[in-house]
């Protein structure tokens, strides 16, 4: 993870709920794979199978409302998505993405699906590259970026612990 990301876009309407991300009857599954491979399918049935590596999803109001359930931004990130945008969202996704390493950036951003953005959270800046239109965004303090580049909380606390000595 690096403070630049740049991707193709996805873009989803106002409030996409955890059980739209990740249905409820694949959550018994251990597998980040099998996981991956159902995401979003209610939304758009197509996505697991074309999202690639870097795509970044655009979104409305109230993205990732609904249950607490940390496997939708897991499967998100597992299945290619490198950063959400999104106008709000639920605070315990937001929170849940963020400890798991999945930039989420509250912003609206004009872009349709298949157009490219670059975003940069340490300047706060968000540019569609199709139309050459920026917005600014609150650039991501150095703590959170620091939990974003070693992948998470988890792996975030274990890299301080072992460099202070204590691990």
Known sequence: MTDKIKGKVWKF???????????????????????ASHVMEGE???????????????????FGCGSSREQAPVALKHAGVDAIVAKSF??????????????VIVADIQADNGEELMINLKDGVIKNLNTG????????HDFMR??????????????????????
């Not at 639920?90 to 930039?103: C, S």
Request: proline share 5%; aromatic share 10%; no cysteine.
């Open 44 to 62: 758009d049935p197509e996505f697991a199978k074309n999202v690639n590596k870097g795509d970044i999803i655009v979104a409305g109001w109230n």
């Open 146 to 167: 620091e939990i974003l580049h070693d992948g998470g909380l988890v792996k975030h606390y274990l890299k301080e612990k072992k460099e202070k000595g204590r691990f």
């Open 90 to 103: 639920a605070r315990i996704f937001y929170r849940n993405a963020i400890n798991i390493g999945l930039p």
């Open 13 to 35: 309407r106002d409030s996409i709920d955890t059980d739209v991300i990740i249905p409820g009857r694949y959550l018994r599954t251990f597998s980040l794979d099998e996981l």
């Open 133 to 140: 239109v920026t917005v600014t965004i609150q650039p991501f």
